[in-house]
């Protein structure tokens, strides 16, 4: 039923289907504790930050010579990046979206709505990737297309990292640190 109801949203209704959701007091009190946590953290497990990485993160992130090329390449992340920022998009990828990873909503004129990253354009069509599907993009023609609008939501899940453990999360965030070679 849900799957449904999203389907049928128009445009505006999904750009805001994040306010219908919102994160409770508690809930960022939560991550705020965590975030600190974090920071303050001196060591983490790789492998347990391994585990996460090949189980999470690897269906949209290149990390040396595996995972997929949807969102950023993490190989390199530690030269471009601070620990506090790298903890900031992992516990709040929707705050800061650099431009090549903007989701966009299409909306068409059937009143299906479509989320993806645009990997493909022509004059013809747009074929968007799917953290969903990674492995079938969908095209959509644009003689099709009612609606168009950046997503103001990340590709990247905002509760992914929520089954882990303060520990494990910091062997994460020591491994993307590290880089593919410091494994």
């Not at 620990?83 to 966009?104: C, G």
């Not at 953290?131 to 905002?158: F, G, N």
């Amino acid at each position: 039923m849900t799957a449904k109801i999203i389907a049928t949203l128009n445009i505006a209704a999904a750009l805001s289907l994040a306010a219908v959701l919102p994160v409770t007091a508690s809930q960022a009190r939560d991550k705020e504790a965590l975030q600190k946590t974090l920071l303050a953290a001196t060591t983490g497990d790789k492998a347990a930050g391994r585990a996460i990485f090949d189980k999470v993160c690897v269906t949209c992130h290149k990390f040396g010579d595996v995972g997929k090329e949807i969102g950023p390449d993490l190989s390199t992340i530690a030269a471009t990046r601070k620990k506090s920022e790298i903890i900031e998009s992992l516990l709040w990828p929707s705050r800061v979206i650099a431009d090549q990873y903007q989701p966009v909503l299409i909306q068409t004129k059937d009143g299906d709505v479509f989320s993806g990253l645009v990997i493909k354009e022509n004059a013809r069509a747009v074929t968007l990737v799917t953290p969903q599907h990674p492995e079938t993009p969908i095209e959509i023609l644009k003689s099709k297309i009612q609606d168009r609008q950046k997503s103001t939501v990340s590709a990247m899940p905002e509760n992914v990292l929520d089954p882990y453990t303060p520990e494990q999360i910091s062997g994460l965030i020591e491994l993307l640190l590290a880089g593919p070679g410091g494994q």
